[in-house]
């Protein structure tokens, strides 16, 4: 059974930083493309970042610039720094993995989610 578990979330003023991470734990052959995804109230859930596993990256428009994700290959963890984040940056942030186990060559699982706060 593999899982995701994030930590870092939290209330922040505008203009501060956070530092999401999330860690795959399991019988984990591979990890694949890794990120972030986000759902703000009465909003859908969209990408924020992708990191894929030689490390190339992807990113919203909306975030470029300030926010960074990275990957411990060794940990299976992915990491977001969040840096002078904007009321409009809060949601629930979500941790995605595409997992390669014994069953599969690679299937998606999701984190239970992390609140981000962002007070004006």
């Known amino acids: 059974q593999v899982q995701l578990v994030e930590s870092g979330g939290g209330l922040v003023q505008a203009g501060g930083s956070l530092r999401l991470s999330c860690a795959a734990s399991g019988i984990i052959i591979r990890v694949n493309d890794m990120g972030w995804y986000r759902q703000a109230p009465g909003k859908q859930r969209e990408m924020v970042a992708v990191i894929t596993s030689g490390g190339t990256t992807n990113y919203v428009d909306s975030i470029k610039g300030r926010f960074t994700i990275s990957r411990d290959n060794d940990k299976n963890t992915v990491y977001l720094q969040m840096n002078s984040l904007k009321p409009e940056d809060t949601a629930v942030y979500y941790c995605?993995?595409?997992?390669?186990?014994?069953?599969?060559?690679?299937?998606?699982?999701w984190g239970k989610g992390t609140l981000v706060t962002v007070s004006s």
């Open positions: 995605n993995a595409n997992i390669g186990t014994l069953a599969a060559w690679g299937m998606d699982y």
